[in-house]
């Protein structure tokens, strides 16, 4: 039921609102409007507006029963609209209009295949796999410049003009919005799998805001897995990311406090782990092993997240076969955050001082110069060797590249507890 009506400015509910039904529906609306524009710059734009008037709209009218199409019917409107005044543009909006008459404007597509068609047309060959993954990312993800920015560690700005020139690419590449044939999926797969671990990473632990995690994206990128296997059987590494995805969406229900602040992984209470969660990821990893065509990076990390899903502590994990699948990994996808995730296994098998030295190698090679997660562990690796004062020097240095206040606590803690002036230091 709508709510009553208000007068004056934007209620901060409405806009809470707002916010909570584009995070679900925005995806679908986009694609929606992306198959009647034919333009992804163009729907966006008229998304956007459908958004400031529900804005006015929900104020005065309360929110519809149905959000979704609610903003999808004025965004379609706006459009038919704007061809209207258009004369150039006649025939295109009598066919679209047609097209609207016999639909119905509460009419959604269907989630599955419009989401999905939007990121296959996001990831066409045409542009690189990064503009791909940018790019849909912040169409079929929902995700805001900045998010994108972080999660790829680049500044701001570059991954602005990134999604820029690939909306431009898109559009004198004249991309048809329409689901490609099956014998395209292959060229396109890449890309797509990328964005939807993307997804589920900004879910699992966002990379701003306040919340520890957001389970509605995560749960849309194993929908999205889900449905990439169900298209492509054969393909090992669909198979290994929804495996990857299963086995870390186990430890949601322990991963944040009952005030609302997140629990690491040496805190966590294995109990709450969800052991179904944990089968399934495991029987997707026994399926890339029974299409025999060998374990990709996706699979790989899937066996790593294995390791910690069936081991019943931190101390009884099997950090020497850990260490060696990150090893596999590196020779897969070779990356500063793969060695540096193999460098924490490292100290957990030959201690902190070997850790140290494969981050230090790390560090004089300037990788990961704008991400936190390099002097966060350099930190926890010198508090282990005891040597504070460096260790408080490189989380200080870590915490204002934080985006996310609830992981920036958590560090702060670590911080204020190695101060001798703080009375757990």
Not at 199 to 213: D, H, K, L, Q, R
Request: proline share 6%; aromatic share 4%.
């Amino acid at each position: 039921m709508p709510h009553e009506p208000h007068a004056g400015p934007v209620s901060e509910a409405v806009a809470r609102r707002l916010a909570a039904v584009w995070r679900i529906e925005g995806a679908r609306v986009i694609a929606t409007l992306a198959s009647l524009t034919r333009d992804v710059g163009l729907a966006e734009d008229l998304a956007q507006e459908a958004c400031a008037e529900a804005l006015r709209s929900w104020q005065r009218d309360g929110v519809p029963a149905n959000p979704g199409a609610w903003l999808t019917a004025v965004a379609k409107r706006r459009a038919i609209d704007a061809w209207r005044r258009q004369d150039a543009l006649a025939e295109r909006y009598a066919r679209i209009a047609s097209t609207l008459r016999e639909s119905g404007d509460d009419e959604l597509e269907p989630i599955g295949d419009s989401v999905l068609r939007l990121l296959f047309i996001a990831c066409h060959p045409v542009l690189s796999t990064p503009a791909q993954c940018a790019l849909a990312l912040t169409l079929v993800g929902g995700l805001s410049t900045e998010q994108v920015a972080r999660l790829f560690l680049v500044p701001i700005a570059t991954m602005q003009q990134r999604i820029v020139r690939a909306k431009r690419s898109l559009s004198v590449a004249a991309v048809p919005f329409e689901a490609p044939d099956p014998q395209e999926w292959h060229d396109r797969l890449t890309g797509v799998l990328r964005v939807v671990y993307l997804i589920f990473t900004e879910g699992y632990a966002p990379a701003s805001g306040t919340a520890p995690v957001h389970r509605e994206l995560a749960d849309e990128a194993l929908r999205l897995g889900r449905r990439l296997v169900a298209m492509v059987p054969r393909e090992p590494e669909a198979h290994g990311l929804l495996a990857l995805m299963l086995l870390q969406a186990s430890r949601f229900s322990a991963r944040v406090a009952a005030d609302g602040s997140p629990v690491l992984l040496a805190d966590q209470d294995r109990a709450r782990w969800d052991r179904q969660a944990i089968l399934r990821g495991r029987a997707a990893l026994r399926q890339v092993d029974v299409l025999g065509k060998g374990r990709g990076p996706y699979a790989v990390q899937a066996a790593i997240a294995e390791q910690h899903a069936i081991a019943t502590s931190v101390e009884a994990t099997d950090w020497d076969r850990i260490v060696l699948l990150y090893e596999v990994l590196g020779r897969l996808a070779p990356s500063p955050v793969v060695e540096l995730n193999r460098a924490v296994a490292v100290s957990m098998t030959e201690g902190p001082a070997e850790a140290l030295a494969i981050v230090d190698r790390l560090a004089a090679d300037g990788a990961l110069a704008h991400s936190h997660l390099l002097p966060s562990v350099r930190g926890e690796l010198l508090a282990r060797l005891e040597r504070p004062d460096e260790a408080r020097a490189e989380f200080a240095r870590a915490i204002p590249l934080i985006g996310n206040a609830a992981q920036r606590t958590v560090l702060d803690g670590k911080l204020r507890a190695l101060d001798p002036r703080h009375p757990e230091g």
